[in-house]
């Protein structure tokens, strides 16, 4: 079983950063593609950024250029840096994994983050 957790959501102004994190936690997992998803009030949840277990990276048109995903797979931690936010980007974020070998979805349990104008 796998966990992930999330964290550095938050209330920030237009224009300000964020950068949130989620570690993995369990026992013999390994990981392949991560990514982070949001869902803003009345919208279905869409894919933010991905990133595969070699370092390929896909991200939400309106995001390019904003925001940048990593990950440490030493950590089993993926980061999600956010800069010159937007309103729009008002959301609960959450973290999905894919395990390499078992193929299970999983999820974190989101953090809110808020960009006020």
């Known amino acids: 079983q796998v966990q992930l957790v999330e964290s550095g959501g938050g209330l920030v102004q237009a224009e300000e950063s964020l950068t949130l994190s989620c570690a993995a936690s369990g026992s013999g997992f390994s990981l392949g593609a991560m990514g982070w998803y949001r869902q803003a009030p009345g919208k279905q949840r869409e894919l933010v950024a991905a990133i595969t277990s070699g370092g390929n990276t896909d991200y939400k048109d309106s995001v390019k250029g904003r925001f940048t995903i990593s990950r440490d797979n030493v950590k089993n931690t993926v980061y999600l840096q956010m800069n010159s936010l937007k309103p729009e980007d008002t959301a609960v974020y959450y973290c999905?994994?894919?395990?390499?070998?078992?193929?299970?979805?999983?999820w974190g349990q989101g953090t809110q983050v808020t960009v006020s104008s």
């Open positions: 999905n994994a894919k395990g390499s070998t078992s193929g299970y979805i999983y």
